[in-house]
């Protein structure tokens, strides 16, 4: 059986039908319930196990409960997949100490609750998966966005560093990271500098042709049953990893350009 934060919409879905598919207990944990309860009711439908349960995931009491409620009632816990997750997108210099608190909140502190909870009921049975949703952004730096590529850098740092404690105790633990795929985290991710609202770089971001996580679940899943520590999908973004580690200047570069015709498109500066 498995635990899915974030699984009512995106990534999470995905994983979640994916897996009762495969004849898995799937517990959907999102704080939009509405959503989360959709999401079960068309696996239980199509004849698969799911249950929906409401969970704010910055809640340490609520993370808690959900995790050993989940142990009592099914006697095991198989797989925890801390898979939700927020975005804040713009300059930091728009970015407040409370967009701070609550990406590090979302997208830090609810990995290390999951892990918290479920780490000591995996060591007691034995056995037991810990996938850590982080982000191609937690392997390369981005502007634009640093409250998150500095939370997921530190999700797969955390994640790794628990990978070499847990496997003493028959754990594994892997750090997922997506990279650029269409889900709502691009719809509601939270805005704060004004020139990415202009007309020009909104389309610009609609008209990419980005993958579904649909399209990325079988590679996502496939990296899980081989235990790798980081798991890339889709696939052919791994240049962007490997472009980073050969130039560590080169993604930065990328992104300043980025930025400046982002800000030509908004008539912010004069196109040259």
């Known amino acids: ?83 939700a997750g927020m975005a ?40 037991g998966q810990i996938i850590n949703t982080a982000s191609l952004a937690g392997l390369i730096p981005g502007g634009l966005s640093t409250g998150y590529t500095a939370t997921k850098h530190a999700v797969v740092g955390f994640t790794l560093s628990l990978r070499a404690e847990a496997r003493q105790y028959g754990i594994k633990v892997n750090a997922l990271c997506p990279g ?37 679940v079988e590679r996502i899943m496939r990296g899980v049953r081989k235990n790798r520590g980081i798991i890339v999908a889709p696939g052919k973004h791994r240049i962007y990893w490997w472009m980073h580690r050969i130039s560590p200047e080169l993604i930065p570069n990328m992104f300043h350009r980025v930025i400046k015709k982002m800000k030509t498109n908004a008539g912010i500066i004069q196109e040259t």
């Open 88 to 127: 804040i997108n713009g300059e930091f210099q728009d970015m407040s100490p409370d967009h701070w608190r609550q990406i590090i909140q979302v997208n830090l502190w609810s990995v290390v609750y999951g892990c918290m909870y479920a780490y000591p009921l995996m060591m007691k049975q034995g056995y």
């Open 1 to 83: 059986m498995a635990i899915i934060t974030g699984g009512a919409s995106g990534i999470g879905k995905s994983i979640c039908q994916y897996l009762a598919g495969r004849g898995s207990l799937v517990i959907i944990a999102d704080i939009n319930y509405i959503m989360a309860r959709e999401v079960a009711a068309s696996i239980t439908s199509g004849g698969g196990k799911a249950k929906a349960m409401a969970v704010d995931v910055t809640d340490t009491g609520e993370v808690e409960s959900l995790i050993k409620s989940t142990s009592l009632e099914y006697g095991r816990i198989d797989f925890l997949f801390n898979n």
């Open 180 to 216: 650029y795929i269409r889900t709502n985290i691009q719809k509601e991710g939270i805005v704060i500098t004004d020139y990415l609202r202009a007309e020009k770089n909104v389309g610009m971001e609609a008209d990419m042709k980005f993958q579904t996580p649909d399209d990325c």
